[in-house]
């Protein structure tokens, strides 16, 4: 039962107008992040963490950033100095950070490359890692300190375990202490395969952020010791199956994510924080409780999940149906769709998830609606879209056939230019060893790691992300008098000489990579085997502005050279229309951008009469 007793504050709260919600802005990396349903199964538990709230009086905003260090968040431009732009005062901020700050065991990567610069060693271009006693605690401090200024309440967050089982234990470096085995630097040397005992804990982030929370009185939530706890309840086996990715250490599925989302808000309650706010459910609940498809085109299928979920549900066994209105399909195995489906559940338990396909065959606001019903409870799951006709465009594309080393121009068609840019990579030559379904000897040129003056260099050891340094990158730029709406972006992919190679394909907007999202994830690609994708995601490019779409490669915890990512075949395609019309809103028009106005100061970009901040949030 949702608590009634409310402090004076919460009183207050409760008959304030909607805009006085309550911000939850959740900082650090890809276990926290949010993810495209119909590209991975990977789920960040800050994606459900909403789900425990009372969504009239907190919102969570979820700024989990995928190969994330507290060094690489706070410094890159697109991320936490975005997200200071969004907080108000009386808002929360949830900062996890330690997955990737564990690269380099433990050095400092600052330290590190002074190191390598006085040998005569070519500097790291991997800038996330830090050292768990020094810099790891430095950047909490700043985050907490800048939070404060801003009127906001800070919230260290312990990182979610990784499933590194020894019997029936989790190892210290899965509850991320690298005391068994770390490097240092002293006197000027370089000290490998260090350890300390258990008892010392200079190597432990998780104890160095308990001390930062110490230190500047700020809630800490262990949830490092809670996940261990989980896990070690399901065991290895089901953890495995059941939890996690698949072939995956560090990042969970959907049940999951949603069980950790669920430990979070129970010690939150118990820690204080928003507690009048926060609803452990029993009964059957859908996650989100509201399906925005948000902009999407007519013509185009759209896939999103709902998830659906009860503990100590009666009776103990049964079924629960579900409908779908005109728009929608729906399946609970992601093969068959229908508009109706039925899940069966069992021990007083239902974890299901309701796979959901959208089609509109025209412009305009849609309102649809899933029904959930269970004897006498029935939930309604509103389901809207704002589709956009391609009707009257014109077309617009940028071929990169990468067909040959060096690398050809892009042919353009229609009103646009375009460019492919590499960032500590090289186009090392092109081999005809590759295989397309019946077809073999298919020529592509080889991507490898390099330094930043594109000198190939051996592949880091401890990556288990995307590092955003390191990326090929292809930028298509808007004519200054129209808008494109992007209708497909495709190329065919593989790895070669490895079956460790993976990938995100990552899209933003201007030099800071705005926006940014994951619209394509593989880990382990089949050496020399290639992969077709066709992606459909729904982007706009407003006048004058620049997508980036961004191929960012690493070798899943394995070092060497000799390893490459092949790419052939690169096409970007859409329609062009003339922008909305501003006139009638207030604000002074930028010259030669008619999309884009200046409303008291700040950047307002408008497209199809919406107003969106210099970020890409709807205003």
């Known amino acids: 039962m949702r608590k009634t007793v409310f402090s004076f504050l919460a009183a207050l709260l409760l008959f304030a107008p909607m805009s006085a919600k309550v911000k939850v802005h959740t900082i650090g990396d890809s276990t926290m992040a949010d993810y495209d349903e119909s590209t991975t199964d990977k789920r960040g538990w800050c994606t459900y963490l909403g789900s425990f709230f009372d969504p009239q009086f907190v919102e969570v905003n979820n700024r989990g950033k995928s190969g994330a260090s507290s060094r690489t968040f706070y410094d890159q431009a697109a991320y936490w100095q975005s997200v200071k732009q969004q907080m108000t005062a009386g808002d929360y901020v949830l900062i996890q950070f330690a997955h990737n700050d564990e690269n380099n065991n433990g050095l400092d990567v600052v330290e590190y490359n002074t ?12 800038l996330r890692g830090t050292c768990p006693n020094t810099t790891y605690k430095e950047f909490l401090r700043l985050y907490v300190d800048e939070t404060r200024a801003l009127g906001c309440t800070p919230v260290l967050v312990a990182p979610i375990c990784r499933k590194y089982f020894s019997g029936n234990s989790i190892r210290r470096n899965g509850q991320h202490d690298l005391g068994d085995k770390f490097s240092k630097l002293e006197n000027g040397v370089l000290l490998e395969n260090q350890s300390v005992p258990a008892t010392d804990h200079s190597m432990d982030y998780v104890y160095q952020m308990q001390q930062v929370a110490q230190e500047k009185n700020v809630t800490f939530i262990d949830l490092t010791s809670a996940t261990r706890d989980l896990y070690l309840e399901y065991g290895e086996a089901q953890c495995t199956s059941l939890l996690f990715c698949q072939g995956d250490n560090t990042h969970t599925a959907t049940l999951g994510a949603n069980l950790i989302a669920r430990l979070a808000a ?7 924080v928003l507690s009048q706010y926060i609803d452990i459910p029993t009964s059957i609940t859908a996650t989100p409780a509201a399906l925005s498809i948000g902009d999407t085109y007519s013509g185009v299928q759209q896939s999103r999940e709902v998830l659906l979920t009860g503990f100590g549900l009666e009776p103990a066994a049964g079924n629960v149906s579900i409908s779908a209105s005109e728009n929608l399909l729906i399946s609970t195995d992601n093969e068959t769709f229908a508009a109706t489906a039925q899940a069966a559940y069992e021990g007083s338990t239902l ?60 042919v353009v068609t229609g009103p646009i230019s375009a460019e492919m840019t590499l960032s500590n990579m090289v186009a090392w030559d092109t081999k005809s060893e590759f295989t397309d379904g019946d077809a073999s000897d298919v020529l592509m040129v080889r991507f490898h790691n390099a330094d930043a003056e594109g000198v190939k260099t051996n592949w880091p050891s401890t990556e288990i992300d995307e590092n955003a340094a390191r990326y090929i990158d292809f930028a298509v730029t808007a004519p200054s008098t129209m808008d494109v709406r992007l209708t497909g972006i495709s190329m065919m992919l593989a790895a070669h000489s490895t079956s460790a190679m993976c990938c995100h394909i990552n899209t933003g907007f201007g030099d800071d990579l705005n926006g940014v999202q994951t619209i394509f994830e593989r880990k382990n690609f089949t050496n020399k085997t ?44 859409g329609q062009a229309f003339e922008p909305s ?39």
């Open 581 to 619: 019309d501003n006139t009638a809103l207030e604000g002074t028009v930028q010259q030669g951008t008619p999309n884009k106005i200046i409303v008291e100061g700040q950047v307002v970009i408008v497209r199809d009469g919406v107003r969106y901040n210099a970020l890409g949030v709807k205003l």
């Open 351 to 410: 974890f299901q998830r309701i796979y959901v396909h959208a089609l509109y065959s025209e412009g305009g606001n849609k309102e649809d609606s899933l029904v959930i019903t269970s004897g006498s409870a029935r939930i309604v799951v509103p389901v809207t879209a704002n589709v956009l006709s391609l009707a009257g465009g014109t077309a617009v594309s940028a071929h990169w056939a990468i067909d040959a080393k060096p690398v050809p121009a892009p």
């Open 115 to 126: 190191y390598l610069t006085n040998k005569g060693e070519q500097p790291l271009t991997d």
């Open 530 to 573: 290639i992969e077709h994708l066709a992606l459909t995601p729904i982007l706009t490019i407003p006048a004058g502005e620049t997508l980036h779409v961004r191929i960012l490669p690493w070798h899943e915890n394995t070092s060497g050279s000799g390893k490459y990512i092949c790419v052939k075949d690169v096409l970007i395609e």
């Open 266 to 272: 129970q010690l939150l309650s118990d820690a204080g």
